[in-house]
């Protein structure tokens, strides 16, 4: 067996039957996937996957030699070095708000805003423009405490506060520059990244008016409650729902531990897209202080001082919110690192260049093209990222090549939407939504995997009707 597709077929059969079919634990499922497609990858398979890469032919010759649990503790290993930092401290910052009440403080200064009414999509606009500067996983992170503390609020609508927190930050994430998948396809298509920024935010707009559609209907046939968790307890949330405003700590400071990681992280990017000096005190503070990682840090330092002046030195406690929190964390990232590890041995197989090679001789309607593409790449092996730079690979020559009645922008914003299907147990940010919010794996297969597929078609739906009407040349 060394066809990509089926050994694509195995893995998914594993995974989806080792979580829903026999209980297995995720962890576990996801390695046992692993391993059984690293082992029916053969090591021509993976030479040519390494040297498409860039790698030198030793290189590649050295991964294709390297045993079995070696490659698929490589992949895991370099997940756990992307996300561990961040789920570590976003834990800390999500427990820490609602420990303190910090939580509770943004929630009643929301609503006095908004109304209840309005607080899913107050939750789906701030987390649509947070995804622009910032990456999905962190904006999911900094935004799903203040959903507990809300769903506590008005005692209805977790599901829908998740969803609309998923669909504003996925989509931006995906269409609007500065964060790398859009980036990638600007510099690989030559697209000027004035206009897809414009263009993406523009269709992003439309997708996510279609995801909160949907979250609304899915929220009503599939009402999920809050549920008790050992990181955010729901006796806790309540009891601080029923403080008095004077108890609880102040708006600013409560917004610290998420405003300080959200400016540092987009003054870095205005600062890396308009290639100021980089020998400037400012300018090179901003650099350090505005990587992801430190600017996490940073948060969830503010965010327990939060805590320490709100407990007032009750260390006990302080040190409790810590552990817990760190607990989670710890599960959260291997189930997450073992999703990477199963992607990884997937992309391995070749998948990419075997879908290449099925969809060359159909060089017609290159938007859907570009769409469907993208959308087998996302679902083979789980990253969003990789099925953009795959699809644009693909298809940037192509487009170069053809006389086309549409800017080749659209190729690419057809590409971004592309890459929003279908998330399932290979993608990491699947299992960061499914066991920070305490969805199920059905769930979650049910509520967030379709969500995001609603949003991508909508998204080529849009764009077939843009270059049609506005071909922009």
Known sequence: MTDPLLILLVGMLIVVGGIIGLRLHPFLALLLGAFVVAYLTPEAAIEQYALSTGASAEGAQRLANQSIGGRIAQQFGSTA???????????????????SGGAERIVRSTLNITGIKRAPITFLGSSFFLGIPVFFDTVFYLMIPLAKAMATRIGK??????????????????LVPPTPGPLFL???MNIPIGMMMIGGFLVGLVTIIAGYTYAVWANR????PLRDSMDAPLADIQSLGEKEDRYLPSLWLSLLPILLPIVLITAKAIVDL??????????ESIIFLGEKNLALIAGGLAALLLLVLQKQG???????????????????ILITSAGGA???????????????????NFQMALLPLAFFIAAVVRTAQGSATVSMITASGILAGLAEAATLPYHHLYIGLAIACGSKLIPWMNDSGFWIVCKMSNLTEQEALKTFSPLLTVM?????????????????L
């Open 456 to 472: 991508g078609i909508t998204g080529l739906i849009v764009i077939l009707i843009a270059a049609k009407l506005f071909p922009l």
């Open 314 to 332: 009750d260390k006990e406690t302080i040190v409790t919110s810590v552990q817990g929190a760190l607990m989670t964390a710890g599960v959260i």
């Open 157 to 174: 609508n977790y599901l829908l506060l998740v969803l609309c927190i998923t669909a504003g930050a996925a989509m931006a994430n995906s």
């Open 221 to 224: 046939k599939w009402p999920i």
């Open 186 to 188: 600007v510099s690989e």
């Open 274 to 283: 308009s290639n100021s000096e980089s020998g400037t005190w400012l300018t």
């Open 342 to 360: 199963f992607g990884g041995m997937l992309q391995q197989t070749g998948i990419s260049a075997r879908i290449g090679v099925l969809t060359q």
């Open 81 to 99: 070095g992307k996300i561990g930092i961040l789920i570590a401290m976003a834990s800390i910052i999500g427990k820490c708000l609602l420990e």
